[in-house]
């Protein structure tokens, strides 16, 4: 049996010796095999891109093995001669197999299972996982289902309705490209996808049913790796005011959709880089957005006008900056970005977090319901800007203020 995985060997003499290793996991192919002459007697070869022609170990020369983390797909062989610790990463049903077998060939009970004479193994770096997959037609899935090992993989123009489950299983997807198909719905578990880096989702039908269930974006997972999201394209009317648990994201792609309004927490995204919102509705800007570092943003195709200044909020200023303990509490939880979900506190609190706004000195406001429009050069604010009038890209910003100094 062979086991294409990652292995990392550690030298325990080198330990003993005080000898920092240095080493790292290297692509290999694990191959269990038994002696053509010896009966009863089975050997381990180990090959790598650094070792082409392998490295034999004796299975009864194993001193312990490790499997606390197999269900990660994670394992150690440890020999008592040579001093060798083999630390192993792959596909974790295959790893379960293999060792499995593993624990047969040490018991010695192998009537049923046949392996192949050490002779026999012809094992090289040669052979490849598949780790990138484009399907541009419905007949070019494979039938055996996805490749477990798959980091790539790109369904684009199917017209698919439905979500494939079995992209679930993929536990070293990085890219995942469903543009241009016709998905309406996305299920709660894809959140918990650990590698996934970049998704695309352009010309869905995400928003045709108006209300979106929004918690395949934030699972526990997902708001730790996604670094790109592409929702252009899928109707959309409004953005989830949790948005803000990606905190990882650099580039966000809205265009194409039906959104007249950004929530104020997209600007508690310190990592964002790359906005574009062409091809709205929007008629101004959260404020929260001037703190965020953006070096691109398209605004191009909207509906910005310039508003009259709230006459409400000049009547009493102070009025308005005097909260309660709940708002005095709800700034300090938001300006020390404390992390809060409604598995901690009440959802009632949540909602109230979740609709705090941002003053212009990027202190937090949690009355959000006075604000001025006040008009920005957005060229003197972002480095790179998509818009209407190369001329005058001047644009409405809701202002919200933390206390009345912020106003002057």
């Known amino acids: 049996m062979k ?3 990652q292995i990392f060997i550690i030298n325990r003499l080198y330990s003993n010796l005080n000898i920092r290793c240095n080493g790292k996991y290297l692509k290999s192919t694990l191959a269990l095999g038994q002696d053509p002459i010896i009966k009863n007697e089975y050997f381990l070869i180990h090959f790598s891109s650094v070792n082409k022609t392998g490295t034999k170990y004796r299975v009864k020369n194993i001193k312990q093995v490790f499997v606390k983390y197999l269900s990660e797909g994670k394992a150690t062989l440890r020999f008592e001669e040579p001093p060798h610790d083999l630390c192993i990463k792959g596909e974790t049903i295959q790893l379960k197999c293999f060792m499995r077998l593993l624990k047969s060939c040490v018991s010695g009970d192998t009537k049923e299972r046949h392996l192949p004479n050490l002779s026999n193994i012809s094992v090289t770096t040669k052979e490849s996982v598949p780790t990138k997959l484009i399907i541009n037609d419905r007949s070019e899935f494979p039938s055996k289902g996805l490749p477990r090992t798959l980091e790539t993989l790109h369904i684009v123009g199917l017209k698919l309705c439905n979500f494939r489950r079995e992209i ?3 536990k070293h997807l990085v890219v995942l490209d469903l ?3 016709e998905i309406e719905t996305i299920p709660a578990e894809f959140g918990r996808m650990p590698s996934l880096c970049e998704l695309h989702l352009a010309n869905n039908k995400l928003g045709v049913n108006g209300k979106i269930d929004w918690r395949w974006l934030f699972g526990p997972q997902l ?11 899928n109707n959309l009317k409004y953005l989830p005011k949790c948005i803000w648990k990606l905190q990882k994201l650099i ?8 959104l007249n309004q950004l929530p104020a927490t997209l600007g508690r995204i310190n990592s964002l880089r790359y906005l574009t919102i062409s ?3 929007l008629s101004s800007l959260p404020c929260s957005l001037l703190q965020c570092h953006l070096e691109y943003i398209d605004l191009s195709s909207n509906n910005f006008h310039h508003n009259n200044i709230t006459s409400q909020l000049q009547r009493n200023l102070y009025k308005y900056y005097v909260g309660s303990l709940v708002h005095l509490s709800s700034e ?4 020390n970005k404390f992390f809060y979900a409604s598995n901690l506190i ?4 949540v909602q109230f977090l979740d609709d705090a706004n941002m003053c212009v000195c990027g202190a937090p406001v949690v009355n959000n319901k006075f604000y001025v429009n006040n008009k920005f050069e957005l060229k003197d604010l972002f480095r790179v800007v998509v818009f209407d009038n190369n001329r005058n890209s001047t644009v409405d910003f809701e202002c919200y203020y933390c206390y009345k100094c912020c106003r002057r």
Not at 223 to 233: E, P, R, T, V, Y
Not at 251 to 258: G, S
Request: overall charge positive; charged content about 20%; some cysteine.
């Open 279 to 281: 091809k709205n509705m």
């Open 223 to 233: 708001i730790k790796m996604l670094k790109l999201l592409d929702l252009s394209g």
């Open 3 to 5: 086991l294409i995985c």
């Open 332 to 335: 300090i939880v938001l300006r």
């Open 168 to 170: 679930l299983l993929l």
């Open 346 to 349: 009440p959802w009632t609190l």
């Open 179 to 181: 543009s241009n198909n």
């Open 251 to 258: 580039t966000l792609k809205l265009d194409d959709n039906m």
